[in-house]
């Protein structure tokens, strides 16, 4: 049984570029929630997917949107990329407020 | 917003030695997570302890939802220990607010 699987591993974008991410949640699982962890720090909130709906936002601007798609999986759009969006990108997926289990991440440098 | 602090920032252990790390949110909650994160950066999920107490081999937490805290113990630690343990706590909506971290180094 597959976990929560995460692709690119690794992605290196340029300022004003966009970029998508993409997630696939543990068999089983109904709910994505996507985090921004920097360096040294926790992982921050961005939002989370439930009944391919965004139902809970946390203090991201506009530039992030996402998606959820019938089958579960989720995408994470970031536009007009900055150097402070240089992180890493978790997604965790659970059966609906049950625990989270996380991917290994997409960690994105900005140049 | 509900502020979520842990503590001790950093712990250095010998081999062998037991520890405590402590969570304190300031304000009710849905939920509690406690995570460890290895050095590759994978979050791993050690409990899911909204109250009570449970146990999983040489770890073990208890949440006290009305005094607004939860605690790690670690009892026998191994340098397989090492890492970054994380409280999660999720708010009255679908929000899950993470802290800053302990940091446990294990020395063999």
């Known amino acids: 049984d597959a976990g929560v699987t995460q692709s690119p591993t690794h992605l290196i974008k340029t300022r004003g570029q966009q970029v998508t991410l993409r997630c696939s949640p543990k068999?089983?699982?109904?709910?994505v929630s996507w985090y921004q962890q920097a360096l040294g720090q926790g992982p921050q909130f961005i939002f989370q997917?439930?009944?391919?709906?965004?139902?809970q936002r946390g203090n991201f601007p506009d530039r992030f949107s996402g998606h959820q798609f019938p089958n579960y999986s989720s995408e994470l759009n970031v536009n007009a990329l900055l150097l402070g969006d240089s992180a890493l990108y978790l997604c965790?997926?659970?059966?609906?407020?049950?625990?989270?289990?996380f991917g290994p991440g997409t960690r994105l440098t900005v140049t | 917003g509900i502020q979520v602090e842990q503590s001790p920032p950093d712990l250095i252990l010998q081999e062998g030695a037991n520890s405590t790390l402590r969570c304190n949110f300031s304000?009710?909650?849905?939920?509690l997570q406690w995570f460890h994160q290895n050095p590759w950066g994978q979050l791993i999920n050690l409990f899911y302890?909204?109250?009570g107490t449970k146990q999983n081999g040489r770890l073990s937490a208890t949440t006290v939802a009305t005094e607004r805290y939860s605690l790690l113990y670690i009892s026998s630690s191994q340098t397989t220990d090492s890492g970054v343990y994380f409280c999660?706590?999720?708010?009255?909506?679908?929000?899950?607010?993470f802290g800053a971290g302990t940091r446990l180094f294990v020395k063999a």
């Open positions: 965790a997926s659970s059966l609906n407020r049950d625990r989270h289990t």
């Open positions: 068999s089983g699982h109904d709910t």
């Open positions: 997917y439930y009944e391919e709906e965004e139902r």
């Open positions: 304000d009710s909650v849905n939920n």
């Open positions: 302890i909204p109250s």
């Open positions: 999660a706590v999720e708010t009255g909506g679908f929000k899950t607010i």
